[in-house]
């Protein structure tokens, strides 16, 4: 299956024991698309986003991450994954948990240092690198896994609420990141219940009770439900239960 898309989901479905979570999703993003998921909590979204990278394999229907069938063990280092909750080792400094993560991406000596830099500067903590995680803040934390995240440029980044504790200077900062990264070719798939980051996704999946209700770009899910608000879209496509 050659293809433009970055991510392909087609006819999944998944359940745990008898309970159906997500049922006969189909959805594709294109590369370099942001694409985010909109949905009320327990709707599916980590469900989905967790099937896309890999880390559990659909009941039925596949998933397609660069036309590889996933899950997939190849693909880790082509992806960048970054949970809900941090994947972080509290024990170890900021720095010895990146070069942790650099050396399982393959990244080693001066690239890993540099890049290493990078990604504490662009997520602003780098005056925190030889700070114990244990010592960080719940905010500190997010931004500390979004830093791992980004270390091996991966050409498909999936964020699972990536902002939540970040303040909005810094929130503002990392959308701008994230839109660059795009802009150079990353397909990003996010989900968030923050409205104004749904505003600045290229297209929106609204996921309700596991399943895919509506897709389309802001704009055009706005004029769908005669919403002035990204919010009023959110409800109209039974955002509130
Ligand atoms: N391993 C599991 N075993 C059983 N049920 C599960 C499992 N993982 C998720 N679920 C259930 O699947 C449903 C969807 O959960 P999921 O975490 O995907 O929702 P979500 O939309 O990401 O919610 P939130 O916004 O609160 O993070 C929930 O009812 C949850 O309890």
Redesign the pocket.
């Known amino acids: 299956m050659i293809n433009t898309y970055s991510i392909q989901v087609q006819h999944v479905s ?1 359940q ?2 008898d ?1 159906t ?2 049922q006969d999703i189909t959805l594709d993003v294109p590369k370099a698309q942001i694409f985010g ?1 909109l ?12 099937l896309i990278a890999g880390i ?1 394999a659909p009941s039925s229907g596949t998933v397609h991450v660069l036309n590889e069938k996933m899950p997939q063990l190849a693909m880790l280092s082509r992806i960048g994954y970054m949970a ?1 909750s941090d994947a972080l080792y509290a024990e170890l400094t900021a720095q010895e948990n990146l070069a942790f993560f650099a050396a399982l991406f393959g990244l080693a000596g001066t690239k890993s240092k540099n890049r290493i830099q990078e990604v504490m500067e662009l997520v602003d903590l780098s005056a925190h690198l030889k700070k114990q995680v244990s010592n960080y803040s719940g905010g500190m934390k997010r931004r500390l896994s979004l830093a791992v995240s980004l270390l091996h440029e991966p050409e498909v980044l999936i964020l ?2 990536p902002t939540v504790g970040i303040d909005p200077v810094l929130r503002k900062s990392i959308w701008e990141e994230l839109t660059k990264l795009s802009a150079r070719g990353t397909t990003i798939i996010v ?1 968030t ?1 923050v409205m104004d980051e749904a505003d600045k996704c290229h297209r929106l999946g609204m ?1 309700r009770d ?1 399943n895919l209700t509506a897709v389309g770009t802001p704009e055009e899910l706005k004029l769908a439900t005669s919403s002035s608000t990204i919010e009023e879209a959110f409800l109209y496509y039974g955002g509130a239960k």
Request: charged fraction near 25%.
């Open positions: 998944k745990f024991g309970k979570v997500l998921l949905g009320p909590s327990g709707s599916g979204k980590t469900t989905l986003v967790r559990d809900q699972d609420e989900t219940h996921i596991g």
